[in-house]
């Protein structure tokens, strides 16, 4: 069984940071790419970042020069660092990994949603 648990949210001024954090644990083989998504009230959700294995990565055109994504594979985590913040930037921000797992005598890749944290940024 695998989990991904956010944490990292909160309610924020205009112009301030935050640091979203997602641990991915249970049993699965690798990792390969992770990933931040966020979705608005009324609105669609959308790939904020992204990052491979070897860690390449891309944004959203609206978060360019402003987030930051990483990741630790020791300790099969993914961030996401937001400078900035605008108050476009509220929304819940969902992890999302693709995972390896082993089942059933197969392998198995499978993307796996984490449960949302809320990010809210005032102005």
Request: aromatic residues 12%; positive net charge.
């Amino acid at each position: 069984q695998v989990q991904l648990v956010e944490s990292g949210g909160g309610l924020v001024h205009v112009g301030g940071s935050l640091r979203l954090s997602c641990a991915a644990s249970g049993r699965f083989f690798s990792i390969n790419a992770m990933g931040w998504y966020r979705q608005a009230p009324g609105k669609q959700r959308e790939l904020v970042a992204h990052i491979t294995s070897g860690g390449g990565t891309n944004y959203a055109d609206s978060v360019k020069g402003r987030f930051t994504i990483s990741r630790d594979n020791a300790k099969n985590t993914v961030y996401l660092q937001m400078n900035s913040l605008k108050p476009e930037d509220t929304a819940v921000y969902y992890c999302n990994a693709v995972l390896a797992t082993y089942r059933g005598g197969s392998y198995y890749v499978d993307g796996y949603w984490g449960q949302g944290t809320q990010v809210t940024v005032s102005s």
